[in-house]
Protein backbone atom coordinates (compact mmCIF):
# COMPACT_ATOMS: atom_id res chain seq x y z
CA UNK A 1 0.00 0.00 0.00
CA UNK A 2 1.07 3.84 -0.53
CA UNK A 3 2.00 5.26 3.00
CA UNK A 4 1.62 8.86 1.33
CA UNK A 5 -1.76 7.95 0.95
CA UNK A 6 -3.68 7.31 3.63
CA UNK A 7 -5.64 9.00 5.49
CA UNK A 8 -4.74 7.03 8.89
CA UNK A 9 -1.27 8.85 8.55
CA UNK A 10 -0.06 12.06 10.20
CA UNK A 11 2.15 14.60 8.60
CA UNK A 12 5.30 12.51 9.72
CA UNK A 13 3.94 8.80 7.96
CA UNK A 14 3.37 8.01 11.29
CA UNK A 15 -0.52 6.37 12.81
CA UNK A 16 -2.27 8.53 14.02
CA UNK A 17 -3.64 5.74 16.15
CA UNK A 18 -2.13 6.02 19.74
CA UNK A 19 -1.54 2.69 19.87
CA UNK A 20 0.92 2.12 17.54
CA UNK A 21 4.07 0.68 18.84
CA UNK A 22 6.69 3.02 20.18
CA UNK A 23 9.43 1.94 17.48
CA UNK A 24 7.08 3.03 14.91
CA UNK A 25 6.07 6.20 16.47
CA UNK A 26 9.19 6.89 16.75
CA UNK A 27 10.40 6.29 13.11
CA UNK A 28 12.92 9.37 11.68
CA UNK A 29 11.17 11.80 9.62
CA UNK A 30 14.71 12.58 7.87
CA UNK A 31 17.79 10.79 7.31
CA UNK A 32 19.37 13.92 9.61
CA UNK A 33 17.57 11.89 11.98
CA UNK A 34 18.66 8.69 11.59
CA UNK A 35 21.51 7.01 13.84
CA UNK A 36 24.53 5.21 12.59
CA UNK A 37 24.79 3.86 8.91
CA UNK A 38 27.22 7.37 8.65
CA UNK A 39 28.79 5.12 5.78
CA UNK A 40 26.04 4.84 3.67
CA UNK A 41 24.36 8.87 4.32
CA UNK A 42 27.41 10.96 3.05
CA UNK A 43 27.34 13.09 0.45
CA UNK A 44 27.15 11.60 -2.74
CA UNK A 45 26.64 8.21 -1.25
CA UNK A 46 23.99 5.95 -3.27
CA UNK A 47 21.22 6.64 -0.91
CA UNK A 48 21.45 10.07 -0.86
CA UNK A 49 21.44 10.15 -4.52
CA UNK A 50 18.59 8.29 -4.12
CA UNK A 51 16.52 10.99 -2.60
CA UNK A 52 17.13 13.19 -5.72
CA UNK A 53 14.97 12.32 -8.38
CA UNK A 54 17.17 14.11 -11.37
CA UNK A 55 19.64 11.63 -10.25
CA UNK A 56 17.64 8.69 -11.89
CA UNK A 57 20.24 9.20 -15.17
CA UNK A 58 23.68 9.82 -13.47
CA UNK A 59 24.61 6.21 -12.67
CA UNK A 60 22.31 5.61 -9.64
CA UNK A 61 21.00 1.95 -9.24
CA UNK A 62 17.16 1.03 -9.54
CA UNK A 63 17.48 -2.03 -7.22
CA UNK A 64 18.98 -1.69 -4.01
CA UNK A 65 19.38 -4.17 -1.44
CA UNK A 66 20.32 -3.17 2.29
CA UNK A 67 21.83 -6.21 4.40
CA UNK A 68 22.67 -6.36 8.01
CA UNK A 69 20.80 -7.23 11.26
CA UNK A 70 17.48 -6.52 12.35
CA UNK A 71 17.13 -2.94 14.60
CA UNK A 72 19.48 -1.07 12.32
CA UNK A 73 17.19 1.52 10.06
CA UNK A 74 16.38 -0.64 6.58
CA UNK A 75 12.59 -0.24 6.57
CA UNK A 76 13.00 3.15 7.86
CA UNK A 77 15.69 4.42 5.02
CA UNK A 78 13.25 2.63 2.27
CA UNK A 79 10.80 4.78 3.29
CA UNK A 80 12.80 8.02 3.89
CA UNK A 81 13.82 7.20 0.18
CA UNK A 82 10.30 7.75 -0.93
CA UNK A 83 9.21 10.22 1.28
CA UNK A 84 12.10 12.54 0.79
CA UNK A 85 12.14 12.34 -2.92
CA UNK A 86 8.43 12.64 -3.33
CA UNK A 87 7.95 8.87 -4.78
CA UNK A 88 5.29 6.32 -3.60
CA UNK A 89 6.52 3.99 -1.26
CA UNK A 90 4.70 0.68 -1.38
CA UNK A 91 5.71 -2.18 1.47
CA UNK A 92 5.18 -5.96 0.79
CA UNK A 93 6.23 -8.62 2.72
CA UNK A 94 8.42 -11.49 1.26
CA UNK A 95 6.62 -13.39 3.94
CA UNK A 96 3.24 -13.41 3.29
CA UNK A 97 2.94 -11.89 -0.63
CA UNK A 98 2.88 -14.17 -3.23
CA UNK A 99 3.35 -14.08 -7.59
CA UNK A 100 -0.03 -12.49 -8.05
CA UNK A 101 0.35 -9.59 -5.20
CA UNK A 102 3.47 -9.13 -6.48
CA UNK A 103 2.49 -9.14 -10.23
CA UNK A 104 -0.38 -6.28 -9.14
CA UNK A 105 1.71 -4.28 -7.31
CA UNK A 106 4.09 -3.77 -10.37
CA UNK A 107 1.07 -3.17 -12.72
CA UNK A 108 0.04 -0.52 -10.71
CA UNK A 109 3.13 0.88 -10.00
CA UNK A 110 4.25 0.93 -13.39
CA UNK A 111 0.43 2.66 -14.72
CA UNK A 112 1.40 5.44 -12.41
CA UNK A 113 4.27 6.40 -13.82
CA UNK A 114 2.92 6.29 -17.37
CA UNK A 115 0.14 8.27 -16.62
CA UNK A 116 1.19 10.98 -13.69
CA UNK A 117 5.11 10.43 -14.00
CA UNK A 118 5.28 9.61 -9.89
CA UNK A 119 8.01 7.06 -9.16
CA UNK A 120 7.78 3.80 -6.57
CA UNK A 121 9.89 2.71 -4.41
CA UNK A 122 8.74 -0.68 -3.48
CA UNK A 123 10.24 -2.13 -0.25
CA UNK A 124 10.41 -5.59 0.29
CA UNK A 125 11.17 -7.15 3.28
CA UNK A 126 12.54 -10.50 4.02
CA UNK A 127 13.45 -10.55 0.72
CA UNK A 128 15.67 -13.66 0.67
CA UNK A 129 12.38 -15.66 1.51
CA UNK A 130 11.31 -15.12 -1.90
CA UNK A 131 11.17 -17.70 -4.24
CA UNK A 132 13.12 -18.10 -7.69
CA UNK A 133 9.78 -17.31 -9.37
CA UNK A 134 8.79 -14.23 -7.17
CA UNK A 135 12.70 -12.71 -7.93
CA UNK A 136 11.74 -13.36 -11.08
CA UNK A 137 8.90 -11.65 -11.35
CA UNK A 138 11.34 -8.23 -10.12
CA UNK A 139 13.55 -8.61 -13.02
CA UNK A 140 11.81 -6.79 -15.72
CA UNK A 141 10.03 -3.92 -13.24
CA UNK A 142 14.02 -3.51 -12.19
CA UNK A 143 15.69 -3.70 -15.63
CA UNK A 144 12.55 -0.93 -17.23
CA UNK A 145 12.96 1.05 -14.69
CA UNK A 146 9.00 0.56 -13.52
CA UNK A 147 9.81 0.36 -9.57
CA UNK A 148 12.68 1.54 -8.05
CA UNK A 149 13.52 -1.76 -5.39
CA UNK A 150 14.91 -1.65 -2.49
CA UNK A 151 15.18 -4.97 -0.81
CA UNK A 152 16.38 -6.03 3.09
CA UNK A 153 17.37 -9.03 4.17
CA UNK A 154 19.32 -10.27 7.58
CA UNK A 155 21.35 -13.57 4.86
CA UNK A 156 24.04 -12.80 2.68
CA UNK A 157 21.83 -12.03 -0.90
CA UNK A 158 24.63 -13.77 -2.41
CA UNK A 159 23.22 -17.13 -0.80
CA UNK A 160 19.41 -16.25 -1.71
CA UNK A 161 18.87 -13.92 -4.50
CA UNK A 162 19.19 -15.05 -7.75
CA UNK A 163 22.28 -13.84 -9.83
CA UNK A 164 20.45 -11.97 -12.66
CA UNK A 165 18.76 -9.54 -10.20
CA UNK A 166 21.65 -9.11 -7.81
CA UNK A 167 23.72 -8.16 -10.60
CA UNK A 168 21.71 -5.39 -11.09
CA UNK A 169 21.32 -4.16 -7.72
CA UNK A 170 23.39 -2.52 -5.14
CA UNK A 171 24.48 -4.53 -2.35
CA UNK A 172 24.82 -2.08 1.09
CA UNK A 173 25.77 -3.41 4.16
CA UNK A 174 24.40 -1.83 7.51
CA UNK A 175 26.43 -2.06 10.47
CA UNK A 176 24.66 -2.90 14.07
CA UNK A 177 24.04 0.14 15.96
CA UNK A 178 26.96 1.94 18.42
CA UNK A 179 25.65 2.02 22.00
CA UNK A 180 25.78 5.51 21.92
CA UNK A 181 23.30 5.01 18.55
CA UNK A 182 20.36 3.05 20.74
CA UNK A 183 20.85 5.64 23.98
CA UNK A 184 20.56 8.95 21.09
CA UNK A 185 17.24 6.57 20.43
CA UNK A 186 16.22 6.23 23.90
CA UNK A 187 16.82 9.71 24.94
CA UNK A 188 14.91 11.16 21.94
CA UNK A 189 11.67 8.58 22.42
CA UNK A 190 11.52 9.95 25.93
CA UNK A 191 11.76 13.83 25.29
CA UNK A 192 9.97 13.35 21.48
CA UNK A 193 6.20 14.10 21.75
CA UNK A 194 6.05 11.26 19.37
CA UNK A 195 7.04 9.13 22.68
CA UNK A 196 6.44 9.92 25.98
CA UNK A 197 6.93 14.27 25.63
CA UNK A 198 9.11 14.33 28.91
CA UNK A 199 6.64 13.05 31.36
CA UNK A 200 9.19 10.11 32.22
CA UNK A 201 12.13 10.52 34.22
CA UNK A 202 14.56 7.49 33.76
CA UNK A 203 17.48 6.58 35.74
CA UNK A 204 20.68 6.68 34.10
CA UNK A 205 21.51 2.84 35.09
CA UNK A 206 17.77 1.86 33.79
CA UNK A 207 19.21 3.44 30.13
CA UNK A 208 22.28 2.01 30.56
CA UNK A 209 20.44 -1.43 31.30
CA UNK A 210 18.64 -1.11 28.64
CA UNK A 211 21.46 -0.59 25.88
CA UNK A 212 23.13 -3.34 26.94
CA UNK A 213 20.13 -5.21 26.55
CA UNK A 214 19.27 -4.31 23.57
CA UNK A 215 22.51 -5.46 21.30
CA UNK A 216 23.09 -2.49 18.96
CA UNK A 217 19.11 -3.01 18.02
CA UNK A 218 17.41 0.36 18.05
CA UNK A 219 13.80 -1.62 17.83
CA UNK A 220 14.22 -4.09 20.23
CA UNK A 221 15.58 -1.00 22.79
CA UNK A 222 12.51 1.29 22.04
CA UNK A 223 10.20 -2.42 22.41
CA UNK A 224 11.84 -3.27 25.63
CA UNK A 225 11.82 0.74 26.76
CA UNK A 226 7.92 1.01 25.97
CA UNK A 227 7.61 -2.35 28.11
CA UNK A 228 9.47 -0.99 31.02
CA UNK A 229 7.66 2.11 31.35
CA UNK A 230 4.55 2.29 33.79
CA UNK A 231 4.84 5.36 35.78
CA UNK A 232 6.45 9.00 35.56
CA UNK A 233 9.86 7.36 36.61
CA UNK A 234 11.81 4.42 34.82
CA UNK A 235 14.04 2.65 37.04
CA UNK A 236 16.79 -0.95 36.39
CA UNK A 237 14.03 -2.85 38.41
CA UNK A 238 11.12 -1.85 35.80
CA UNK A 239 13.40 -2.61 33.11
CA UNK A 240 14.60 -5.80 34.43
CA UNK A 241 10.60 -7.03 35.44
CA UNK A 242 9.81 -6.04 31.77
CA UNK A 243 12.37 -7.95 30.23
CA UNK A 244 11.59 -11.39 32.36
CA UNK A 245 8.70 -11.52 30.38
CA UNK A 246 10.89 -10.53 26.82
CA UNK A 247 14.03 -12.55 27.07
CA UNK A 248 12.46 -15.97 26.92
CA UNK A 249 10.54 -15.66 23.89
CA UNK A 250 12.08 -17.08 20.38
CA UNK A 251 10.29 -15.65 17.41
CA UNK A 252 12.31 -17.13 14.53
CA UNK A 253 11.37 -14.38 12.51
CA UNK A 254 12.44 -12.16 15.04
CA UNK A 255 15.09 -11.04 17.42
CA UNK A 256 15.63 -14.34 19.54
CA UNK A 257 16.66 -16.03 16.33
CA UNK A 258 19.16 -13.66 16.00
CA UNK A 259 20.50 -14.13 19.84
CA UNK A 260 20.33 -17.87 19.99
CA UNK A 261 21.96 -18.67 16.76
CA UNK A 262 24.72 -16.18 17.51
CA UNK A 263 25.36 -17.98 21.09
CA UNK A 264 25.33 -21.32 19.17
CA UNK A 265 27.89 -19.93 16.68
CA UNK A 266 29.81 -18.51 19.65
CA UNK A 267 29.76 -21.80 21.88
CA UNK A 268 31.03 -23.74 18.87
CA UNK A 269 34.03 -21.40 18.39
CA UNK A 270 34.89 -21.35 22.18
CA UNK A 271 34.46 -25.01 22.19
CA UNK A 272 31.83 -25.67 25.03
CA UNK A 273 30.01 -28.58 22.93
CA UNK A 274 27.44 -28.36 25.54
CA UNK A 275 26.27 -25.27 25.00
CA UNK A 276 26.24 -25.50 21.66
CA UNK A 277 23.87 -28.15 22.05
CA UNK A 278 21.95 -26.31 23.97
CA UNK A 279 21.29 -23.68 21.89
CA UNK A 280 20.60 -25.99 19.01
CA UNK A 281 17.84 -27.89 21.26
CA UNK A 282 16.77 -24.33 21.35
CA UNK A 283 16.07 -23.56 17.57
CA UNK A 284 14.75 -26.82 16.72
CA UNK A 285 12.53 -27.00 19.55
CA UNK A 286 10.83 -23.22 18.41
CA UNK A 287 10.63 -24.42 14.57
CA UNK A 288 13.91 -23.11 13.34
CA UNK A 289 14.77 -24.36 9.73
CA UNK A 290 17.65 -26.87 10.22
CA UNK A 291 19.04 -26.09 6.73
CA UNK A 292 19.80 -22.47 7.93
CA UNK A 293 21.49 -24.26 11.03
CA UNK A 294 23.59 -26.41 8.45
CA UNK A 295 24.22 -23.50 6.24
CA UNK A 296 26.08 -21.91 9.65
CA UNK A 297 27.76 -25.01 10.39
CA UNK A 298 29.27 -25.15 7.41
CA UNK A 299 30.67 -21.45 7.60
CA UNK A 300 31.69 -22.07 11.71
CA UNK A 301 33.64 -24.94 10.34
CA UNK A 302 35.67 -23.34 7.68
CA UNK A 303 35.42 -19.59 9.59
CA UNK A 304 36.53 -20.86 12.97
CA UNK A 305 38.16 -24.47 12.23
CA UNK A 306 39.32 -24.70 9.64
CA UNK A 307 43.14 -26.17 8.91
CA UNK A 308 43.07 -27.54 12.16
CA UNK A 309 40.84 -30.40 11.31
CA UNK A 310 39.97 -29.92 7.83
CA UNK A 311 37.43 -33.30 8.38
CA UNK A 312 35.06 -30.27 10.17
CA UNK A 313 33.91 -28.90 7.06
CA UNK A 314 33.38 -32.47 5.36
CA UNK A 315 30.93 -33.22 8.36
CA UNK A 316 29.26 -29.61 8.11
CA UNK A 317 28.71 -30.15 4.09
CA UNK A 318 27.57 -33.59 4.46
CA UNK A 319 25.14 -32.37 7.41
CA UNK A 320 23.51 -30.18 5.48
CA UNK A 321 23.17 -32.64 2.33
CA UNK A 322 21.70 -35.28 4.42
CA UNK A 323 19.95 -32.88 6.41
CA UNK A 324 17.84 -31.32 3.25
CA UNK A 325 17.49 -35.43 1.97
CA UNK A 326 15.92 -36.74 5.45
CA UNK A 327 14.20 -33.73 7.16
CA UNK A 328 12.79 -33.10 10.50
CA UNK A 329 12.94 -34.88 13.70
CA UNK A 330 15.74 -37.08 12.20
CA UNK A 331 17.66 -34.15 10.83
CA UNK A 332 18.18 -32.98 14.74
CA UNK A 333 20.20 -36.24 15.08
CA UNK A 334 22.22 -35.19 12.19
CA UNK A 335 22.94 -31.97 13.13
CA UNK A 336 24.16 -32.99 16.96
CA UNK A 337 26.72 -34.89 15.51
CA UNK A 338 28.01 -32.02 13.40
CA UNK A 339 27.65 -29.99 15.88
CA UNK A 340 29.82 -32.06 18.77
CA UNK A 341 32.34 -32.28 15.72
CA UNK A 342 32.91 -28.74 15.36
CA UNK A 343 32.77 -28.08 19.38
CA UNK A 344 35.44 -30.44 19.97
CA UNK A 345 37.61 -29.88 16.87
CA UNK A 346 40.90 -27.56 17.53
CA UNK A 347 40.36 -24.21 16.36
CA UNK A 348 41.97 -21.80 13.81
CA UNK A 349 41.03 -19.19 11.81
CA UNK A 350 44.44 -18.64 9.60
CA UNK A 351 42.50 -19.69 6.52
CA UNK A 352 39.92 -16.95 7.07
CA UNK A 353 42.59 -14.29 7.80
CA UNK A 354 44.37 -15.35 4.91
CA UNK A 355 41.83 -14.84 2.32
CA UNK A 356 40.46 -11.71 4.15
CA UNK A 357 43.75 -9.99 4.18
CA UNK A 358 44.80 -10.99 0.42
CA UNK A 359 41.10 -9.45 -0.54
CA UNK A 360 42.11 -6.72 1.09
CA UNK A 361 44.93 -6.34 -0.51
CA UNK A 362 43.65 -6.57 -4.15
CA UNK A 363 41.17 -3.81 -3.16
CA UNK A 364 43.56 -1.27 -2.28
CA UNK A 365 45.05 -2.18 -5.58
CA UNK A 366 48.26 -4.20 -4.49
CA UNK A 367 47.80 -6.58 -7.80
CA UNK A 368 50.32 -6.40 -10.08
CA UNK A 369 51.35 -8.18 -13.36
CA UNK A 370 50.98 -12.22 -13.60
CA UNK A 371 54.63 -13.39 -13.78
CA UNK A 372 55.44 -14.08 -17.81
CA UNK A 373 56.22 -17.78 -16.65
CA UNK A 374 52.95 -18.07 -15.26
CA UNK A 375 50.80 -16.93 -18.11
CA UNK A 376 48.71 -19.13 -20.36
CA UNK A 377 50.84 -19.78 -23.28
CA UNK A 378 54.02 -18.92 -21.29
CA UNK A 379 56.30 -20.67 -23.25
CA UNK A 380 56.12 -18.41 -26.20
CA UNK A 381 55.76 -15.70 -23.46
CA UNK A 382 58.65 -16.58 -21.66
CA UNK A 383 60.95 -16.97 -24.96
CA UNK A 384 59.44 -12.95 -25.86
CA UNK A 385 60.67 -12.08 -22.38
CA UNK A 386 63.56 -13.47 -22.27
CA UNK A 387 64.50 -11.93 -25.51
CA UNK A 388 63.63 -8.38 -24.09
CA UNK A 389 65.29 -9.26 -21.07
CA UNK A 390 68.45 -11.63 -21.70
CA UNK A 391 67.21 -13.15 -18.96
CA UNK A 392 65.47 -16.91 -18.78
CA UNK A 393 61.81 -16.34 -17.98
CA UNK A 394 60.59 -19.95 -18.69
CA UNK A 395 58.44 -21.85 -16.24
CA UNK A 396 60.01 -24.26 -13.84
CA UNK A 397 57.88 -27.73 -13.75
CA UNK A 398 58.08 -28.45 -9.59
CA UNK A 399 57.55 -31.93 -10.70
CA UNK A 400 60.84 -32.05 -12.11
CA UNK A 401 62.44 -31.69 -8.75
CA UNK A 402 62.56 -34.87 -6.71
CA UNK A 403 61.59 -32.35 -3.42
CA UNK A 404 58.34 -31.50 -6.01
CA UNK A 405 58.86 -27.81 -5.23
CA UNK A 406 61.60 -25.54 -6.54
CA UNK A 407 62.70 -21.97 -6.24
CA UNK A 408 60.29 -19.91 -8.52
CA UNK A 409 58.65 -16.93 -8.15
CA UNK A 410 54.77 -17.13 -8.41
CA UNK A 411 53.44 -13.97 -7.03
CA UNK A 412 53.44 -10.51 -8.99
CA UNK A 413 56.66 -8.69 -8.47
CA UNK A 414 54.59 -5.86 -6.45
CA UNK A 415 54.14 -8.75 -3.88
CA UNK A 416 57.09 -10.66 -3.89
CA UNK A 417 57.94 -12.16 -0.72
CA UNK A 418 54.04 -11.39 1.22
CA UNK A 419 52.87 -14.28 3.22
CA UNK A 420 48.99 -14.68 3.90
CA UNK A 421 48.56 -17.76 5.76
CA UNK A 422 50.06 -17.95 9.25
CA UNK A 423 49.41 -21.40 10.47
CA UNK A 424 48.85 -22.19 14.01
CA UNK A 425 50.35 -25.58 15.94
CA UNK A 426 46.90 -26.25 16.63
CA UNK A 427 45.40 -29.94 15.28
CA UNK A 428 46.29 -30.77 11.89
CA UNK A 429 47.62 -27.49 11.15
CA UNK A 430 50.81 -28.23 12.89
CA UNK A 431 51.33 -30.31 10.27
CA UNK A 432 51.56 -27.50 8.39
CA UNK A 433 53.45 -25.31 10.44
CA UNK A 434 56.56 -26.81 9.40
CA UNK A 435 56.44 -28.37 6.10
CA UNK A 436 55.44 -24.60 4.67
CA UNK A 437 58.33 -23.15 6.47
CA UNK A 438 60.57 -25.57 4.35
CA UNK A 439 58.45 -24.83 1.47
CA UNK A 440 58.74 -21.22 2.04
CA UNK A 441 62.46 -21.03 2.10
CA UNK A 442 62.76 -23.24 -1.16
CA UNK A 443 60.84 -20.95 -3.24
CA UNK A 444 62.99 -18.31 -1.82
CA UNK A 445 65.53 -20.08 -3.10
CA UNK A 446 67.31 -20.19 0.50
Request: proline residues 5%; aromatic residues 6%.
Amino acid sequence: MDLFEQASLDSHGVPRDSGAPLAVRMRPQSLEDVVGQEHLLGAGQPLRRLIDPSSASSGVPSSVFLWGPPGVGKTTLAYLVARQSGRRFVEISAVSAGVKELRSVIDEAKAILVTDGRETVLFIDEVHRFSKAQQDVLLPAVENGWVILIAATTENPSFSVISPLLSRSLLLTLQPLADSDVKKLLDRAIADERGYAGTVTAEPEALDRIVRLAGHDGRRALTILEAAVQSDRLTVAHVDAAVDSYVGRYDRDGDQHYDVISAFIKSIRGSDVDAALHYLARMLEAGEDPRFVARRLMISAAEDIGMADPSALQTATAAAQSVALVGMPEARIILGQAVVHLATAPKSNRAYLAINQAIADVRSGDIGAVPVHLRDQSVKASRIAAKQTGRDMSYQYPHDDPRGVLSQQYLPDELAGRQYYHPTERGFESNITSRLAKVRAILAGE
